[in-house]
């Protein structure tokens, strides 16, 4: 078992069938904070549209809490794009890449309050620049909660099927403006 005070940062979760999203204020409790990257490629959309409508959801099913903290909070769970591109395989929090735009957040509730399900972010704009410039859409999700029970398990892209993130997309010619 890896001592977390000083292997947390090179922890890698590749293959992992559920993340956790979490911060929290306590620094001594650094191996609490968790964020997810993800990327789409989007191969799949046909040249020459334009980005209508761009949706991510994602599943969750538990959350940290209960016990001497109390009921768990909601968390405002915020996604960006990132400008690199990274290999999950080495992915670590230490060598993770930073934040090209901040593109809003959703707010989830514990499983307790509002019991397990989709949660969904707009990520039109930052799908459409993706597109525009030719890459995948990469993004991270991550929150900025204080108290120590904020963390929210979603399944994962790996071993969760049908549960995993989806990327709903709607688009059109570029006339349909």
């Known amino acids: 078992l ?3 005070w000083d292997a947390w940062g ?8 559920q993340i956790n999203i979490q911060n929290q204020w306590d ?3 650094y191996p609490c904070f968790s964020k997810y990257y993800v990327t789409f490629p989007l191969d799949s959309i046909p040249a020459g549209k334009t980005i209508h409508e761009a949706t991510l959801a994602m599943t969750l099913f538990g959350n940290a809490g209960g ?4 009921q768990p909070p909601d968390s405002f769970i915020q996604v960006a794009s990132v400008a690199e591109a990274w290999d999950e395989q080495t992915l670590t929090w230490n060598n993770a890449p930073g934040v090209r735009e901040n593109y809003g957040g959703t707010w989830v509730q514990p499983v307790q309050t509002a019991g397990p399900g989709p949660y ?6 930052a799908l459409a620049g993706a597109y ?7 993004l991270v999700l991550y929150s900025i909660d204080g108290e120590r029970h904020t963390g ?6 790996d071993g969760a099927g049908e549960h995993g993130p989806t990327l709903a997309v709607v688009w059109g010619e570029d006339s349909d403006n």
């Open 67 to 70: 016990g001497d903290w109390g």
């Open 132 to 138: 525009q410039a030719g890459e995948p859409l990469r």
């Open 152 to 157: 929210k398990y979603f399944w994962s892209a």
């Open 10 to 17: 090179e922890a890698n979760y590749a293959g992992y069938a």
């Open 120 to 125: 969904r972010w707009d990520v039109s704009r």
């Open 2 to 4: 890896a001592n977390h």
């Open 27 to 29: 620094i001594a409790d």
